[in-house]
């Protein structure tokens, strides 16, 4: 069985601040990994995805991940905040394609983190 | 740019009375997925179908959801009676399909969601 773990609830930074948001994975075998943005009453967005290759990963928005297999962990960042990146963020894992069987496609979210982003 | 579309937005509806909720995947979209986010959690699944079968429908609570996609295009998913747990946004998502060249991306519609009072 796949979860994942998003530490911290909320994260609150100033405009310009790094933004570090976390996740961490437990899965059987290297899963795929996503990261999605969801902004007030409306559905998610795909902000960026690790499937095989380069660990580091780039999004939209600026937003970039890596991959790390030995910490099973696929933290999200960004540089330099901007007021447009409040939102909520949620980490998901699904299982890869050499999983098998037919969870193949079913996507586990983590408990998502409200970015705030102070001026 | 293609989207997955669903309605309603928004639904109020008293326990114990009946509700549905309709989805229309991109086209060409085999795999379709219903999700549940409660206020404050992340999304969960409640059913997955490929074309018209149900893949996974293990989260599903069959005693007053159902969900069904006859044609393999469109789905509605029905609560019935409806409880005041049930409030929560109803996502509706779509995939190209389970295997093969798709690297899992799941495209989401914007949501409905429902009160029950």
């Known amino acids: 069985a796949q979860s994942v773990t998003q530490l911290g609830s909320h994260v609150s930074v100033s405009e310009g601040a790094l933004v570090l948001l976390r996740c961490n994975y437990s899965s059987s075998v290297p899963p795929y990994l996503f990261w999605y943005v969801q902004y007030p009453n409306q559905g998610l967005q795909l902000l960026l995805k690790y499937t095989t290759g380069a660990t580091l990963v780039k999004g939209i928005n600026g937003f970039e991940a890596e991959f790390k297999k030995s910490e099973t962990s696929f933290h999200l960042t960004k540089p330099s905040a901007h007021m447009s990146d409040a939102a909520e963020y949620f980490c998901a894992v699904r299982p890869s394609a050499n999983a098998g069987g037919t969870s193949y496609g079913k996507l586990t979210f983590g408990q998502g983190t409200i970015l705030t982003v102070h001026p | 740019e293609a989207e997955v579309a669903q309605s309603p937005r928004y639904k109020i509806t008293e326990k114990s009375q009946a509700v549905a909720f309709w989805c229309d995947p991109i086209s060409g979209h085999a795999t379709l997925y219903w999700y549940r986010q409660i206020l404050g959690q992340g999304p969960e699944l409640l059913v997955q179908?490929?074309?018209?079968?149900?893949?996974?429908d293990s989260q599903l609570p069959k005693d007053r959801f159902s969900a069904e996609r006859l044609k393999g295009v469109d789905s509605t998913l029905k609560i019935q009676p409806a409880e005041l747990g049930d409030s929560a946004m109803y996502l509706c998502?779509?995939?190209?399909?389970?295997?093969?060249?798709?690297?899992?991306?799941?495209?989401f519609g914007e949501g409905s969601r429902l009160t029950v009072l």
């Open positions: 179908f490929q074309d018209e079968s149900v893949v996974d």
């Open positions: 998502a779509s995939s190209l399909g389970l295997a093969g060249a798709n690297t899992g991306e799941l495209f």
